[in-house]
């Protein structure tokens, strides 16, 4: 049996990587994929969490996240299409025509 | 309507028509009167006022068969709020019944008189038509007379109080657009004005008073508010009944407010008798009695009436011994004699004061009837003389009083064709007892008359006046000691002034060609006097200080209660007796051993300022002038002269109105409310947002990264935040 430390101590390097990935890239669809890398970071830290616990929560929970995270997806990525389109570029930065 | 309790009301339902009687007989004469002659006028005035004596009678018979016991009658509801409530109901008691026999017995014979008196003087001021308002005037004095003395409630008593004050109003203002000689001039009327005045401060008074008593006793009806006087605390009681000495020193002429009686003479002389002699006057005496219950509970008050009383009754004496008008003399021993009658009523002595009152009533009003009677003899005479020499006319002796009446009432009205022949002489008083003399030759009857009225004025006895001023002193030598020594002076110049007066008028030669010509009244003005006469002589039958008479004072009992019957005091009535014989023979040694020649100055003089105070009433008219009247006229013009358009456009109206209304706009709610407050809070909160909208626009850098960095910074917070709490 792997202690649960692991996963939490693999589940917090995920989330980070994520974060930085959001933070320092400007693709819109790195930042998108870092955004599904901290989604399954938590993912992991719940389930690890559930079988420490030994519930079904944690794994019911994920699904749900699972679920959302593909509706996310589904609304993102049209999102990031029609950026694309009228920017010719998928360069967050770019998007700035509503800054103070 | 409900009859009383009294089991035999016999004819208690006529107690209105004391009221009815002469309000009928005034509106016939008002209505129909322009088609009567002046016999017809005068009978329908006389015959109103006599039905009125007649009901009198018939309520006293009802009265003495319930030994006295107040009968009351209610005519109509009046007002009903809350607790108050208040009738036209007529109380019919001993002392209301005294009362109405002498108002409509004394004033059916004064109408009767009236009809010769005006009759002539309305012809002497030629204004014919005058006749007829005089009646119907007369007729409702009778009336407001009847409602002041039967009414049941103070406030009843005060419509009467306030009508007979209208009707000396109209009375005394008569002759309105003439003077005291018939010149034109508005001095009756400021007399009238005067009266009215004087008279409306007493009022205040009462009203006053009034006002309290409903405060104190929740009602104003007589048995109500006396039954509850022990429950009511002194204090109280001493306000209500001084503010009714107020009323009363008004109505009844009392020092201070006595000023107006004398110019009320401005009247026609059946009205002085009337009105300002015998009954209007009297209604203070009236009142107190009517208060009685409350005036015994406070002694302190009792004694300021009878001081009151006492002091006006010497007071006036002394002006009226140094007056040369024959009525002026009648009107300051009339104010003198109402101090009397205060003085004995303030005393307790009720009885005593209602019964000088009852007398007073009989020989002044034939004192004052018979005082026209020999002025309408002196009008007769002057016009005698005017037609029988032109040339040579009387002198009157009074340089101020400048012009001939007749040629003044010329002016007034042309077609007055004699007017215009005596044109340019001096002026004729016919009232000034120095242009007088000799006029028991002339005129016997009133001469008879007028000594019948003089000895019962002076306190001769056995005639009326000595019985009940004799009584007042009695009492007041018991209760009051100041009063009593006040009253026995008073009494001593009252028998100097009629003895003067006496001396000047009918004795001596003539002064004056129109004194030599008099010519005695024709029946209708002597036969009233003739009556008054034998009531002056015999009136003191009424209340005799034997055992087994004092008829009035049992009368008055069941009214006024406790009444004490006073045996003759010999003492004090030799005193008074003998001052009064002492006067008048010093008026004779001064006025008659040698006899008051023409141009003759006043015996009197030698006694120098206080003759003169005499003379002119101690300047007490002018004091008032100084003290009230002209600084009220300062006031009226200030009023009338600088506080006019200018004052009120210019400064009122552009400077205060404007003024402050521009403060208020331009400084107060432009400056300060609008621009200051309500534009500074909107501006302010404009910039605010403004400036709070600049500082965090910079937030908005429109980098997706740095929004994320915020996120996440915040997410860390908050959970450290929730970790280490």
Not at chain 2, 334 to 349: C, P
Request: proline share 3%.
């Amino acid at each position: 049996m792997i202690p649960v430390d692991y996963y939490i101590i693999l589940s917090a390097i995920l989330f980070t990587i994520g974060v930085l990935g959001v933070l320092v890239r400007r693709n819109a669809l790195i930042i998108f994929m870092s955004i599904e890398l901290m989604l399954n970071a938590a993912n992991l830290a719940i389930v690890a969490f559930g079988s420490v616990f030994e519930s079904f929560s944690g794994q019911i929970f994920v699904f749900f996240v699972i679920a959302v995270a593909a509706a996310e997806v589904a609304v993102g990525l049209a999102l990031i299409v029609e950026i694309f389109r009228s920017k010719r570029s998928i360069d967050v930065d770019q998007v700035s025509s509503l800054k103070g | 309507m409900h009859l009383s309790e009294s089991v035999n009301t016999g004819f208690l339902f006529l107690a209105p028509w004391l009221v009815f009687f002469p309000v009928i007989g005034l509106l016939i004469n008002t209505l129909f009167g322009h088609k009567f002659s002046e016999r017809m006028i005068g009978a329908v005035a006389s015959l109103a006022s006599g039905a009125a004596f007649v009901v009198s009678v018939l309520l006293y018979v009802t009265v003495s068969g319930a030994h006295g016991e107040a009968m009351r009658w209610q005519l109509a509801e009046w007002m009903h709020i809350g607790t108050l409530s208040l009738d036209w109901t007529f109380r019919v008691d001993s002392l209301s019944t005294t009362m109405m026999l002498v108002v409509s017995g004394v004033g059916t014979l004064i109408h009767i008189y009236a009809i010769g008196y005006m009759h002539e003087d309305v012809r002497f001021k030629n204004d014919v038509g005058r006749f007829r308002r005089f009646f119907v005037f007369l007729n409702l004095f009778i009336a407001a007379m009847m409602v002041l003395i039967t009414g049941d409630s103070y406030l009843m008593l005060f419509v009467g109080w306030e009508g007979v004050g209208l009707c000396s109003f109209l009375l005394v203002g008569f002759w309105y657009e003439l003077d005291l000689l018939a010149r034109p001039s508005w001095s009756n009327s400021f007399a009238a004005v005067k009266a009215f005045v004087a008279n409306r401060v007493g009022d205040f008074g009462f009203l006053i008073a009034t006002f309290i008593m409903f405060w104190a006793f929740g009602s104003l009806q007589f048995d109500k508010v006396f039954q509850q006087v022990p429950t009511v605390a002194p204090g109280v009681i001493i306000a209500i009944t001084l503010f009714f000495l107020l009323g009363v020193t008004g109505k009844s002429a009392q020092v201070p407010l006595y000023v107006w009686l004398p110019d009320a003479m401005a009247g026609p002389t059946p009205v002085s008798a009337l009105i300002h002699a015998a009954t209007m006057v009297t209604a203070g005496v009236y009142l107190v009695a009517r208060s009685a219950p409350l005036y015994s509970s406070v002694p302190e008050a009792q004694n300021i009436v009878a001081l009151v009383g006492a002091v006006t009754a010497l007071f006036a004496a002394t002006i009226a011994a140094g007056q040369f008008d024959i009525k002026k003399v009648l009107a300051y021993s009339t104010i003198s004699q109402l101090g009397f009658m205060v003085a004995a009523v303030g005393m307790g002595a009720y009885v005593a004061g209602i019964f000088h009152l009852v007398t007073h009533a009989f020989f002044k009003a034939l004192l004052f009837l018979s005082a026209g009677s020999v002025i309408l003899g002196m009008e007769r005479g002057h016009h005698h003389a005017a037609h029988a020499n032109h040339d040579n006319h009387g002198k009157g002796k009074k340089g101020k009083r400048k012009e001939e009446r007749h040629d003044a009432r010329a002016e007034r009205s042309h077609s007055d064709s004699e007017g215009a022949d005596e044109a340019h002489g001096e002026v004729f008083d016919p009232g000034d007892m120095r242009n007088m003399g000799g006029l028991r030759k002339t005129m016997p009857v009133t001469f008879w008359v007028y000594m019948a009225g003089m000895v019962a004025l002076s306190g001769i006895p056995p005639f009326s006046g000595f019985w009940s001023k004799d009584e007042i002193l009695l009492d007041a030598s018991m209760h009051n000691q100041a009063a009593y020594w006040l009253l026995t002076i008073a009494a001593f110049f009252t028998a100097f002034y009629m003895g003067r007066q006496i001396w000047m008028v009918f004795f001596g030669e003539a002064r004056h060609e129109a004194a030599a010509r008099a010519e005695e009244s024709p029946k209708v003005i002597t036969v009233p006097l003739i009556i008054l006469a034998a009531l002056a002589v015999l009136g003191g039958a009424l209340n005799l200080p034997f055992e087994g008479f004092h008829n009035l004072g049992h009368w008055l009992e069941a009214t006024l209660g406790e009444v004490e019957s006073l045996p003759l005091n010999l003492q004090v009535a030799g005193i008074s007796t003998l001052l009064a014989l002492l006067a008048i023979l010093i008026s004779w040694l001064m006025y008659a051993r040698k006899p008051f020649a023409k141009d003759q100055t006043d015996p009197l003089a030698s006694l120098g300022l206080f003759f003169k105070g005499m003379n002119n009433k101690w300047w007490m008219d002018e004091l008032y002038h100084l003290l009230f009247i002209n600084p009220y006229i300062k006031i009226s013009y200030f009023i009338a002269e600088v506080i006019d358009w200018r004052f009120w456009h210019d400064w009122f109206h552009e400077k205060v109105i404007m003024g402050t209304y521009n403060w208020i706009s331009f400084t107060g709610l432009n400056e300060y409310a609008d621009q200051k407050g309500i534009d500074a809070f909107a501006n302010g909160l404009g910039t605010w947002t403004q400036s709070l909208a600049g500082t965090l626009r910079k937030v908005q850098n429109g980098f997706v990264r740095s929004y994320a960095l915020s996120i996440l910074l915040g997410v860390v917070l908050i959970l450290g935040y929730l970790i280490f709490k």
